[in-house]
């Protein structure tokens, strides 16, 4: 697991191989990942958007943005967390992810970016 506090928002990730397929002549390999967002900071605020940089052992470089995250754009309060599961897929057998959400802080009325740590994803059997 890695982690990261931005702006006293913690975002947490874990990693887990899903699966793989032959995709147009492309080994493509599943990941899920778990992510884990703590407001440990006093204010109330908001996940409005994603913004997702996926990178393979390929050098193929893709980029995700979006409203909110699984459709919800959560509110946390001090000490609240959030929690979610989802999926993104390399082409080749490692990659990594990273980013950022924007959040909006109801004390202050203002936008601010929360770094996404970088994480890895590497197919189980790569290093053996």
Known sequence: MVSKITHGIKVSVKV?????????????????????????????????????IIKDALNGIETVTGEGVIGQQPILLCNETFQ????????????????YYTFFNF????TFH???PLFNMSVPYIFN
């Not at 884990?36 to 409005?48: A, P, S």
């Not at 004390?107 to 203002?110: A, F, I, P």
Request: charged share 15%; hydrophobic share 35%.
């Open 84 to 99: 979610y599961i989802s999926g993104a897929y390399i082409v080749g057998q490692i990659g990594s992810m990273q980013g």
């Open 16 to 52: 887990q191989f899903a699966s793989k397929q032959l995709h147009l002549k492309n080994l493509v390999n599943f990941f899920n990942y778990e992510i884990t967002i703590d407001n440990e900071g006093n204010d109330k605020v908001q996940l409005l958007k994603r913004h997702w």
């Open 114 to 116: 929360v770094q996404i």
């Open 107 to 110: 004390n202050t009325s203002k």
